[in-house]
């Protein structure tokens, strides 16, 4: 079982608020942080690393800069769990894959002994900081962090740079069906359009719309905003029409009577309708079958 991370020593501000003490580089013993290089076998990926997608155009592009100038920043890693003499991928997936690419026999790391709650957090923080991360990314970046460390909305935009309205409209974005959040991975949505989508009662059908007729947010907006009355005005067209006050006069007389709730249904124009009784215990139902049978 991972050992729990030690508490925050109140750092207060920026990133350090939500790293739960974990060593840093410029602070701790040069030992325990010292840079190394290690061989790329012995370098394996984290698999509960929360970023899975990685463009294949821009791992090119880093392994070309790789090539010509090197890593400027080492990898963090730990002691893999599985052993072997091999190290676990903490921060730096992404320049791991890419030094492969540029055919790198070994890299520089920082060997850092964390427990599996510290790896965590620490990879979604790197992730969310990343300025290419998506908006579903970055939104399932901050919900993991709060329902896996309890931290509320206030700290992640405290800790992030972020205001607390971003935080927030971010994670609505996940209030929004899996396909239009797979559109907005795509880029075929912004996340304004997505925004604008949250209300809809058919967001998938208004996305579709919006993808097919190149819609920008203030459209979105309105075509949604058009939607909604139009459902409004379905349901207002469906709704059973008003009692009269002969009705309502019956049913109260009724009720008073058998002191139980009696709704009566009778349709304009119709000689028949339904007769409905309620009971709020068993008594009242004893009492009731023993009225209707003559006992």
């Not at 599985?82 to 997936?93: L, M």
């Not at 920082?110 to 790896?119: A, G, I, K, Q, Y």
């Not at 604008?196 to 719309?209: C, T, W, Y």
């Not at 409004?232 to 009705?247: C, L, V």
Request: include cysteine; charged fraction near 25%; glycine fraction near 8%.
């Amino acid at each position: 079982m991972a050992k729990q991370p030690p508490k925050s020593r109140g750092l207060g501000r920026g990133l350090s608020a939500l790293m739960s003490d974990v060593p840093s580089p410029e602070t701790d013993a040069a030992p325990a942080v010292a840079e190394r290089h290690i061989p790329t076998e012995l370098i394996e990926a984290n698999p509960n690393q929360p970023r899975k997608t990685f463009n294949d155009n821009e791992l090119r592009e880093l392994s070309d800069s790789i090539r010509q100038k090197g890593i400027i920043q080492p990898l963090i890693v730990r002691p893999s769990p599985n052993g072997g003499n091999k190290f676990q991928i903490v921060a730096g997936e992404r320049r791991w894959r890419a030094a492969q690419i540029a055919k790198m026999h070994s890299l520089p790391v920082v060997v850092r002994d964390l427990s599996d709650t510290e790896v965590l957090e620490l990879a979604i923080i790197e992730n969310i900081q990343r300025a290419d991360l998506n908006p579903v990314e970055e939104a399932l970046g901050y919900r993991q962090l709060m329902d896996s460390f309890g931290h509320t909305q206030e700290q992640m935009a405290t800790a992030m740079g972020k205001s607390r309205s971003h935080i927030a409209n971010i994670l609505r974005l996940l209030q929004l069906p899996e396909p239009v959040l797979k559109y907005l991975r795509e880029g075929k949505l912004t996340a304004g359009h997505a925004r604008a989508l949250i209300p809809a009662e058919d967001p998938l059908g208004v996305a579709k719309q919006v993808i097919g007729h190149a819609l920008n947010v203030r459209q979105t907006e309105a075509l949604v905003a058009k939607e909604k009355a139009s459902g409004q005005t379905s349901k207002s067209k469906g709704k059973a029409p008003e009692k009269d006050a002969d009705t309502k006069a019956l049913e109260g007389d009724l009720s008073a009577q058998l002191k139980m709730k009696v709704s009566i249904s009778h349709a304009p124009g119709h000689e028949g309708g339904t007769l409905s009784i309620g009971y709020k215990d068993l008594d009242q139902l004893d009492d009731l079958c023993r009225l209707l049978s003559g006992y």
